[in-house]
């Protein structure tokens, strides 16, 4: 299955890359990070060739860790986050990153110490209490999703506020440094922080991969799934705990408050750039592992800037551009599409025009540019934009500067259309009682989709109806 082969892929690549550190490096043997310059440096000069070298490479062992540390994150949760997205669970994410700071707090006060075990566990416990109190209020009939998570994001983060007030007050309070927690801190990355990411990516890679076929099935059709013996309520437990396992590992390196982009924004990019479940999830997954990548080299580069922030800003490129050249969805490709069905539209409005014309002025008559305008109410640099497309095509020819006629195949399209437009007519007026007068504008909104079988349907339906029927409207002109 594709799902553990990319599990074992990102194991080999952490490996590989981890014990890969000098010997001589005494930052690797005491487990303790490097003071190297490429994470923790505070300059704002333009990083050197050398440094860029440095980076780059991998040389230093703390860009190393949180590279490695961050890019599995963002695989991890893009291919958890894909299954939210589609669940239409995205801002769960979010209520249940805020709702680990009070486990954090409480964590601490109990323990009177910073232990990074201790404080996930405590963070994973509040965690799950707020996925399940946002499941207590949606079963409220008065409360909506959007606000029973509003409701628990608040409250649960209001009160981890509290509580880090209370720890401020302690004698240990001034150096507990929970501050990380919410808005990340992962130039303070270690190698069993990247471990611990790498093999929660590894759970939530194998566990998405082994479960698909139901996750797929409840994502799209929870009745349909539950009724072939799909156990709904459980995938959905199963779901939402590793979304709460990405949620806890990612704190340490982007906090609770961004955590939630990595979830989110790189299955809304992949969405844009296919239909299939099996692909969005790779694209996510890899879109998650670009963000954390670029993000955290970005941030070693220029070291005032704050990692986990960085690596949302990546995302929201990612996302941008997504949003703007996918081939399918994006707004430049659907903004083409909408230009070209405008421009096919005004082509094929112009030449039933002109079959409407010749119909009054016999077969090959030379018709004046003016009348033209005048029957379609077109502006003139509309009409010499119709005009030289129709040339173009070959549909049309101009004898004199204002003169047209229609060539032999510009008639037969025009002749095509206008008997399309007219069936269509007809069959409004007689099986949906629409007046004549009314019919024109309806028919005209639709006869540029009637496809071949359409029109057969339409010729089945009215037998009587030979060649172009006559116009409904009587010898008025085109309109």
């Keep these: 299955m594709y799902s553990l082969r990319t599990a074992r892929s990102l194991l080999a690549l952490a490996v590989m890359l981890l014990v890969s550190v000098p010997a001589a490096s005494p930052a690797w043997a005491s487990g303790e990070p490097s003071r190297s310059r490429s994470i923790t440096d505070t300059s704002l000069q333009w990083p050197s060739g050398e440094t860029l070298a440095r980076v780059l490479l991998f040389r230093d062992y703390n860009t190393r860790v949180v590279v490695i540390g961050t890019t599995l994150l963002g695989a991890a949760a893009g291919v958890i986050g894909t299954f939210a997205y589609l669940r239409k669970r ?68 209001g009160v981890g506020m509290v509580l880090l007030g209370v720890i401020q007050q302690m ?203 005048g029957a379609r109410r077109w502006s003139p640099l509309h009409m010499r934009s119709c005009l030289a497309a129709a040339r173009r095509r070959g549909a049309i020819e101009r004898r004199e500067q204002d003169v047209i006629t229609l060539t032999p195949s510009g008639r037969a399209q025009a002749r095509r259309m206008l008997r399309n437009h007219r069936l269509w007519e007809l069959y409004l007026i007689r099986h949906a009682d629409i007046a004549p007068s009314h019919v024109d504008r309806d028919a005209d909104d639709v006869e540029h989709v009637l496809s071949e079988g359409i029109v057969r349907e339409l010729e089945d339906e009215l037998t009587d109806i030979t060649g172009v029927p006559p116009s409904p409207h009587g010898s008025r002109s085109a309109s």
């Excluded at 590894?202 to 998405?208: F, P, Q, T």
């Excluded at 906090?255 to 239909?275: C, E, M, S």
């Excluded at 539209?345 to 010749?358: D, G, K, S």
């Design 90 to 157: 995205a801002l769960m994410g979010d209520a249940l990153s805020h709702a680990t700071l009070p486990g954090i707090a409480i964590a601490f006060i109990l323990l009177g110490a910073k232990s990074l075990p201790l404080l996930l566990v405590g963070a994973t416990i509040t965690g799950v209490l707020g996925v399940f109190a946002v499941i207590g209020l949606r079963t409220i009939p008065r409360i909506r999703e959007d606000a029973a998570i509003g409701i628990v994001l608040s409250v649960f983060f």
């Design 171 to 373: 004698r240990t309070g001034q150096e507990a440094g929970l501050s990380g927690f919410i808005y990340g801190k992962a130039a303070a990355m270690l190698a069993a922080d990247a471990w611990l990411i790498g093999v929660a990516a590894i759970v939530v890679v194998a566990g998405c991969g082994l479960l698909f076929k139901e996750f797929r099935a409840v994502c799209f059709d929870p009745q349909f799934a539950s009724s072939i013996g799909v156990r709904v309520h459980l995938v959905d437990f199963i779901m939402m705990a590793l979304v709460v396992l990405t949620t806890v590992v990612g704190l340490q390196a982007v906090g609770l408050i961004l955590i939630v982009a990595l979830l989110i924004i790189p299955a809304a990019a992949a969405r844009f750039w296919t239909d299939d479940l099996r692909m969005m999830t790779i694209l996510s997954a890899v879109f998650g592992a670009l963000s954390g990548y670029f993000g955290s080299t970005f941030s070693a580069l220029l070291p005032r800037l704050p990692t986990g922030a960085v690596i949302v800003l990546c995302a929201g490129g990612v996302f941008g551009m997504s949003m703007l050249l996918a081939p399918k969805r994006g707004l430049l490709a659907a903004s083409y599409r909408h230009w070209a069905l405008r421009r096919n539209t005004a082509y094929q409005h112009l030449l039933r025009a002109l079959a409407e014309l010749e119909e009054q002025f016999g077969e090959g008559a030379e018709i004046p540019s003016a009348r033209l305008a």
